[in-house]
């Protein structure tokens, strides 16, 4: 009765396995809802994978990962003199490598703990966080005033852009050379492996180290399936009135009542960044449906997806078959297709 992730085990950790052994220094990202199999689980694999870092996104996470995973603990949200970042559990200390991306913030770090680890994000051209060309001069030279401090390296994140990446690093990493900063490692997240290799190539002195999220926990979609239980079948007449509002059924058929609801991110939009003429025809299309009460759901019976019969509930959603359509028993499974980093799963079964 629940919204269910099945892994086939061997397979993804053998995925798993080759994305490790092919990128050195590896350093997997555990964040958000942990893809999908929770922040935990991410933690125990990369202790399985003998990996020496894994990534949190906030302050707030280290706590479902530290007790899990042995090694350093890289926080990618920038530190900020408040907040969580100041109640970070002195036991940690020493494992955390903080990010900072602004000068000033380089001073307050290292006032509050000199011995602090960590990186110097550079901005790139995806204009989120980090230090300019001259503000990361200004950070090198406090850093150099601090001899206690432990400097890790420099982080650059990188948009998800079509093309190559490689002229912005190569600018970028000159940037990093100028300011003459004592570290030889250099963070990067959203390079293909062919760029890492060029890099390497390039960069020989440097040690690169990819941070990885996605292509890692999941790049082999056909290790996962996703399915929700049916849980009641009502056969309804064309007028039958039916659900929170409602509505009335637009021909014969039947109301399918499946797990899977607005608590587990069922029903729920976030802009996909595809802007081609296909995807904004799509949205155009859900517009439509929506309409006239008709949306396409992401429940799947006999590969076709079927239509919500109105907006999903928290724990479950009503799904409209038409009459002609094989009809699920109660207790059936049915397949569903989500987005994993948005979706929380009642189970996640490993075979």
Known sequence: MSLVLHVDGERWRAHLRSVADAHPGLVPVCKGNGYGFTLGRLARKSQWLGVDTLAVGTYDELPDVASRFDGSLLVLTPWRPFGAALELDPTLADRVVHTVSRPQDVDDLL??????????????????????????????????????????????????????????????????????????????????????????????????????????????????????????????????????????????????????????????????????????????????????????????????????AEPPHMQASMLFLPSGSRVPEVGDEVDVRVRFTATAFDRVLVD
């Open 111 to 308: 006032g509050r703990q000199p011995d602090a680890r960590f990186v110097l994000e550079r901005m790139t051209s995806m204009q989120r966080h980090g230090h300019t060309a001259r503000e990361l001069w200004a950070a090198a030279r406090s850093v150099a005033a601090h001899p206690s401090a432990r400097l890790e390296g420099v982080a650059l994140h990188l948009p998800l852009a079509q093309g190559s990446h490689l002229g912005e690093v190569d600018r970028l990493l000159n940037d990093v050379v100028a300011a003459e900063l004592e570290t030889r490692t250099i963070w990067v997240s959203h390079l293909t492996d062919a760029e890492l290799a060029t890099l390497r190539g390039s960069y020989a002195d440097y040690d690169i180290r990819p941070r990885t999220g996605t292509a890692l926990w999941l790049g082999d979609r056909g290790a996962l399936r996703v399915t929700a239980t049916v849980l009641d079948v009502h056969a309804v007449e064309r007028g039958d009135s039916f659900g929170y509002r409602g509505r009335t059924a637009p021909k014969s058929g039947h109301l399918l009542v499946v797990s899977g609801g607005t608590a587990h991110g069922i029903g729920l939009e976030a802009p996909t960044g595809d802007s081609g003429l296909k995807a904004r025809a799509a949205t155009l299309a859900r517009g439509g449906l929506d309409a006239v009460g008709f949306v396409r759901s992401p429940f799947s019976i006999d590969g076709k997806q079927r239509l919500f």
